[in-house]
Structure formats: C-alpha cells, structure tokens
C-alpha cells in the first residue's frame, strides 16, 4: 500500500500496522478516529465481561438463593442486588454479566461457522463458474431476500425442538444464524473471486500448471479477504440481534442453562405495564451497547475502506474540525491524503 | 454508480443492475426476466422451509410428543400421511403450495390462508406506519447528515442511526411502553384499538380489517383518534429500526452525488443550498433507497412479528408467535411459506418501480 515515512518500515511493528483495524486506526481522524476508538473500547468491554463473567458476577446465572436465603422476585436494586430480581428471582446483575458470555460464545459459533461455508461456496462459486455459479446465486439470492428472523426460528425449530441447554442452545443458535449469513459471505468472496480470477497471476500460475484447488486457496482467496473484517463486524452484531430476538420468542436458552438477554427480555414483558423496569432496562442495554460498539467499528471500517466516505485533511473548503484534526496526526499526512 | 456505494448493506442492489445489463431487450424484457424469477424464490424458500421442517421428524410428534401414548402418536401420524416417504409428501405439498392451499393448522384446524385474511391486514397497517416513520425520520435527517458531513450534528445523527439498528425492536418497544404507557400515562399499552372501539369497528359491514380505513369510514372522531393512539408506540418501535437503515443511506449516496460535477456547476450558476440538496443531490440518491424499501419489507416482516408480540399487536406475526408457543409447527410452515411468496412478489414490484425511475436499471 503506502510508505510509512516517520519509523522503521520493517520488523514487528509494520507488521502490526498492516493488520486490518489496526491500519485502519492509524488512517483515520477526527469524528471517524473517535467512532472508531468508541468501538473499539464498547467491544473490549465486553469481551472482557465475557471472559471474566464468572469472576465479575456477583452470583451465578441459575442462583435462586444464598446463604441468607431465597431472593425474593422483583427486587428492585438494592445493594443486595444492585440490578434488581426478575421475577423469577434471579439477579439482574449477574444475568447480564453471565449474557455476555452467551453472546459471544454465539458470535464466535456463527460467525467461524457461516465464514468457512460461505467462503468455500463462494470461492467454488465464483472461481469455477458454470451452472453450479448460477444456482448458487438463486439460492443465496432468494435466501438473501427472505426475513432474517423467521428463517432462524425455522432453523431453531429443527435444531432444537423448541427447548435445549448451554452448549445445545448457542449451536442451535448459531447454525439458525449461519444458515442466514452463508449467502452475504458468498457473495462477497464470489464476487471477488470472479474479480480475481481474470488477474494475470491466476493466469501465469495456470500456466505453471498449478491445479484448481491450490489456485483457488493460495491465489484467488488471499486476494479476496479485503472486505472480510467489515462482513465480520456487521454479521457479529446482527448474530446478537438474531440471537436476541430467538431468545424473545421463547426460543432462547433455559434459564437454567445459561443467561440470555432476549429470554430476560420476553420474561420482563409483563413487569413493564406493573411499572417495573429494571428486569428489561439492562438487559436491553447490554444488548444495545455490544451491538453499538460493534458496528461503530463496521462503520468506520466501511467509511475508511471508501475514499469518498473517508474524512479527508486537504480539502478546500475544510471545515474547523477538520482542520483541527488534520494538525493533530500530522506524522500520517501521507498515508491519509495518498 | 451511485448504487455501490452502500457496498454491505445492498450487495444485491448492486448485484441485479449489473446481470440484467446482457439482456438488452429493454423495459418489456427485463420485467418477463424478473417476473419469471419470482418462480425459483419461491420453490426454493418453499423448499428449504419443507426440509428443515420434515428432515428431523414430524410436526405431531413436535408438537404433541410427550403428551399422547406411543400407539396415538403413531395413528395419528398415520391419519395425517406424516409415515409416507418423504419425496411424495414433498411433491403433494409443492402442489398444494401451486394450487394456492398452505396447509391447515394442528391446534385450531384454521386454513392458513385465512389466517392471511384475517391477520394480513393488521400486520399491512403496522409496516405501513413503520414505513412513514421511517421516511419522515429517515430523509430529512440523512439529508441533513450528509451536507454537515464530518461536523459534529453529522456525528450526533450517526450515532442516532446505529442506534436506531443497534436496539431490538422489543426493547425499543418495551422502553416506549415504559415511558409513555406506563410513567407519563399518556398512549396505551397494547393492542389496536380499545374493547369500545374495536366493537364500533368490527360492527360496521364489510370490515377491511385495515383499523385505520374502518375508523375513518365509521366517521366518528373518537374511534379515529384511539386508533391512532394505539398506532404510535408500535409504529415508532418498527419504524425507528428503518428510518436508521434509510439515514445511513441517504447520506451516504447524497455525498455521493454531492460531490459531482453537475452539482459545482448548479452551485456556481447561484442555485440556493438548501436547493442543491433537495433537487440536485437527493433525487438521483432516492433510486438505491427504492431498491432497499425492497430489501426492507422483509426486515420489516421479521420485525413486525417482535413489534406485533411486543404490543399484542394482533396480526400475521402475532400468529407466528403464538403459534410457536403452541409448538403448532404445520401453522408456522405454512405462514413463513405463505410470506415467502409475499416477499417475492413485493420484490418484484419494487424492481418494476425502480426500472421505471431510473434507466439505467433496465438497460
């Protein structure tokens, strides 16, 4: 791409830079640095929470009672229970915490799940052409166009049969929310694939004599994870979205099992007409936060990935706060005006 | 190009222009090449749907498994033809679908057509209002975004629009409720209309079903107002979640006609600002947005069976809902087959519209 002109251009360090947020971090300013930094900060919050749920709640998800006995339901907060009960008696606190770890246990399935899928299809797809291109692409076109939700709840039903555990839950979860994603990683990656096939390297190493599948892997694919990072963000946010509106629809994971914010959600229906609030405020929030904060960074990804979307420094007419970034970063003039 | 510039959000928007580009033919042929495209839609999603549901069992073991002895479960699979292969149940149900019949549901032996009759209107009310919402809130605002691009309103209203994706249509409904149902006591809780004025509605002959025309036809103020009252909170939970979608769009594409040529040209000959953006930059950005009202039918169908449970809103979603909790699976196979077919065809319609509004599309 660019010549960093202010460090050793070798070594660890350029590595580091070239790494996909990590580049886009350095390339961006002002509004676009903050949104990204935002997200970037919402998203390690959470997985932090995720990581060290069972450090940070105060109880376990599935804990009825302590040794002062049982908790009683639709507490509010209290410093007992600084979230409340629901009203099946648990503590808000700890069920959000414990969420986080759902969630991302879901986003990891999903999301490894559809990428693998949807990148061989895709690269098969879009590098072999033919016949089997073109089914694939009614396929990924009608099940492009069809309502999110209702294909997962179909998917659920099948996986699940209505009811499951821990691990049963998040794998249904996440195949009802492959089965939707499969088709945009497609089209991405054949896309690409088609762009790149006609370069002249996929030619030469014909030539060579390499087989089909080492051109696809080694030469078509490395050439077509460009838009990966900002498909990655956008799907992990709508796996939540998915997972969450599963959960509401009594489709989620038992209680019992593990935490989940839309399940919280749907039980707290009810306790909202009474007036109480806290049991559906924070597990909305949760939800709203980790969503936020992941697809700020998919938006700066895609602003800075389009240079007409990409706040430029130079600009006539600039605005104040352009300006003022601008003079800020001033060692990564070159890259960001290339 | 501006139809690209929304790259992951609308890859079939950029996708359909350009395979229609080999045709030629024009206007008359493009339609026939889409019109005959609803067909496979349809087969497939019909298709997939039967799969998921019949590859794993049958839907009166689902739903009835634990409750009835082994030797009932069996007669009653029996009686319904669920011990068949499955190549011949998959060939009746394709031929049930073509003559129009998506089966009848376990629980309350209702056909799911007239579910559709019965329900389709409420469901067709509610994306209305989401989608006036979302116009109302959407356009202005993008518009808005787009020329102070990268000051600080540009940031307030991006956020604004992640937001709007960001929360679950439940919760922004539950919030909404918690705000003006229950703290400030000003709209109601749920439902459509109030018992009063759902008697009024429903004893005038030929309902529509639609609340809204019914109230306006019964010509009483009262009816009419409590209608719209009941509207609000879920109209604005469902259409929140689009308007955001339609601001990142508009002002993504009115930055990109903004900075066209023709538009320094109207700007140097005096054409006023606020003139430059209405006219000269959103209207050739308005087309990508017809194309993704198209796309969003279908996030406003999923949508619509959260926002319909949240607010017992009793439409087609509402069914789906409580059909699920009833594990009345041969009801939720035939109402997502029967939205299949829905959403195909309103796809369709879109791209006639969008081929009408812009040339290029159809060349």
């Known amino acids: 791409m660019s010549e960093n002109v202010t460090s050793n251009p070798r070594s660890l360090g350029a590595v580091w830079r070239r790494l996909p947020v990590v580049h886009q971090l350095r390339q961006s300013v002002g509004l676009q640095r903050g949104m990204l930094v935002a997200g970037l900060v919402i998203t390690g919050i959470f997985l932090l929470t995720a990581i060290f749920a069972p450090l940070l709640a105060p109880y376990s998800f599935n804990q009825l009672r302590d040794d002062a006995g049982r908790f009683s339901p639709q507490e509010p907060p209290s410093a007992k229970h600084l979230l409340g009960t629901t009203v099946g008696g648990f503590d808000v606190l700890s069920r959000v915490i414990w969420g986080s770890q759902t969630a991302l246990l879901v986003i990891v399935f999903a999301v490894l799940l559809s990428i693998f899928a949807g990148i061989l299809l895709g690269l098969v797809s879009g590098y072999l052409g033919g016949w089997v291109d073109r089914v694939l692409v009614v396929i990924a076109d009608a099940v492009y166009a069809f309502p999110t939700l209702l294909l997962a709840i179909v998917a659920a039903i099948v996986i699940t049969g209505g009811e499951s555990d821990l691990l049963g839950g998040v794998l249904a979860a996440s195949i009802s929310i492959t089965v939707v994603f499969v088709p945009q990683y497609f089209r991405v990656i054949r896309a690409e694939a088609v762009r790149v096939k006609s370069e002249a390297f996929v030619e030469s190493a014909k030539v060579v004599g390499a087989r089909a599948p080492r051109i696809m892997f080694r030469h078509v694919l490395r050439n077509s994870t460009r838009t990966l990072p900002l498909i990655f963000t956008l799907n992990s946010s709508e796996a939540i979205l998915t997972l969450a509106g599963l959960g509401f629809l009594g489709f989620g994971i038992e209680p019992t099992q593990a935490a989940e914010w839309g399940y919280d959600l749907n039980k707290s229906l009810s306790d909202v007409t009474a007036g109480i609030w806290w049991t559906s405020v924070f597990p909305g929030l949760a939800i709203v936060l980790v969503v936020l904060g992941i697809t700020l960074i998919g938006e700066s990804l895609n602003d800075l990935a389009d240079p007409r979307l990409r706040a430029r420094r130079r600009r006539r007419g600039s605005t104040a706060a352009d300006a003022a970034a601008a003079a800020a970063p001033a060692t990564i003039e070159t890259e960001g005006a290339r | ?363």
């Open chain 2, 1 to 363: 190009m501006t139809t690209t510039t929304e790259a992951p959000a609308s890859p079939p928007t950029a996708a359909k222009p350009a395979r229609s580009k080999s045709g030629g033919g024009g206007l008359a042929r493009y339609l026939l090449v889409r019109f005959l495209l609803i067909f496979p839609t349809v087969f497939i999603l019909v298709t997939m749907v039967f799969l998921f549901m019949r590859v794993t069992g049958d839907p009166i073991t689902a739903a009835q498994g634990g409750r009835l002895s082994a030797a009932q479960l069996q007669e009653r699979i029996h009686e319904a033809g669920y011990d068949r292969p499955i190549l011949v149940q998959y060939f009746e149900y394709l031929g049930q679908i073509a003559r129009g019949d998506f089966g009848t549901t376990l629980t309350d032996n209702q056909p799911v057509t007239k579910l559709l009759l019965e329900y389709g209107g409420a469901t067709l009310e509610l994306a209305f209002y989401a989608l006036i919402v979302a116009l109302i809130v959407g356009i202005p605002l993008g518009m808005l975004a787009a020329y102070l691009r990268d000051r600080w309103p540009d940031a307030v209203l991006r956020i604004f629009a992640i937001l709007c994706y960001a929360t679950p249509v439940f919760f922004a409904g539950l919030l909404l409720k918690l705000i003006f149902s229950v703290w400030l006591d000003v709209l109601p809780v749920a439902g459509r209309a109030s018992a009063r004025t759902e008697l009024q509605i429903t004893s005038i002959d030929s309902p529509t079903g639609i609340y809204l025309i019914d109230a306006l036809r019964t010509g009483n103020g009262a009816v009419i107002g409590d209608v719209l009252s009941h509207a609000v909170l879920p109209g604005l939970a469902l259409g929140l979640l689009t308007a955001g979608i339609f601001l990142r769009l508009v002002r993504t594409n009115v930055i990109g006609t903004f900075s066209m040529p023709y538009v320094d040209a109207a700007r140097s000959r005096g054409v006023r600002e606020s003139r430059l953006v209405r006219k000269h930059a959103l209207r050739p950005a308005l087309v990508p947005i017809i194309t993704v009202m198209g796309l969003q039918i279908a996030v406003l169908l999923g949508g619509a069976v959260l926002t319909e449970t949240t607010f017992e809103w009793e439409g087609l979603g509402f069914q789906v809902a409580h059909y699920l909790q009833a594990r009345d699976f041969v009801a939720v196979q035939g109402i997502v087959a029967l939205l299949a077919v829905i959403v195909a065809v309103t796809n369709f319609i879109v791209d006639i519209v969008a081929a009408i509004v812009d040339p290029r599309v159809r060349f």
